[in-house]
């Protein structure tokens, strides 16, 4: 249990359809971010949100859309995805003033159809 | 970019031995740290390493940076087969707005 809790563990879904992740965290941490894994490349980071607000959004196509309603919480929604975003979302949140250490959840499966 | 690239991309060693595996990076960094994934799960951290210091260890991990070369070391010693999983080099900056930059990772098989 690493106090990053991500739901859910698994996700299909079809083109056409919305969804949406949910992350929350019980670490009192102030950042928190979505990394993208795909087989045979690096961690992709998609989103930072630093004392809620969001400071990275490294060219993620619009059909991906992050929520960070408070410091617990991080949401990304997600609608009209194609075959190639199915992934593992990972979700980590780290203390701005802290070691530099990340956090993570155990990540949500997806896989588009 | 910070991209770390680990070496080599697997590696299969027997209970009891060493693992090596190495990152190299392209810039300057403030921190270099190691997690590691066991099949489908979550990273989790293993040790992080100042851009001051050279040498560092946490159980049976040892870790050792050359910014000279920008190359880092992580040695698992008399590993286990519960070893097995990939491992992750990340290269960062502290700050608020810091990010860490993750290379693909290389892939442990411990045989028993």
């Known amino acids: 249990e690493t106090g990053v809790t991500q739901t859910p563990r698994h996700l299909v879904m079809g083109m056409t359809n919305k969804k949406s992740l949910k992350c929350e965290q019980h670490?009192?941490?102030?950042?928190m971010y979505w990394y993208k894994q795909s087989a045979k490349k690096p961690l992709e980071l998609m989103f930072v949100?630093?004392?809620?607000?969001?400071?990275e959004n490294n060219s993620v196509p619009s059909r991906f859309s992050p929520e960070c309603p408070n410091s617990s919480h991080l949401f990304l929604h997600l609608h009209t995805l194609q075959p190639e975003d199915s992934a593992l979302y990972l979700c980590a949140t780290r203390q701005v003033s802290g070691t530099g250490e990340l956090f993570f959840g155990e990540g949500s499966r997806l896989t588009v159809l | 970019s910070q991209q770390g690239e680990e070496d080599p991309q697997a590696l299969s060693i027997q209970e009891g031995e060493n693992a090596t595996m190495n990152c190299s990076y392209k810039?300057?960094?403030?921190?270099l740290q190691w997690y590691r994934q066991n099949s489908g799960r979550g990273l989790v951290h293993l040790i992080l390493?100042?851009?001051?210091?050279r040498e560092k260890h946490s159980g049976r991990l040892r870790v050792t940076l050359d910014t000279s070369k920008k190359s880092s070391s992580l040695l698992i010693t008399a590993s286990r087969a519960a070893d097995t999983a990939s491992y992750f080099c990340?290269?960062?900056?502290?700050?608020?707005?810091?990010?860490?930059?993750f290379g693909k990772g290389i892939t442990l098989s411990v045989r028993p």
């Open positions: 949100y630093s004392l809620e607000e969001r400071v």
């Open positions: 670490l009192g941490h102030n950042a």
């Open positions: 810039t300057s960094i403030n921190n």
């Open positions: 390493i100042r851009s001051n210091e």
């Open positions: 990340a290269t960062g900056a502290t700050g608020a707005n810091s990010k860490l930059t």
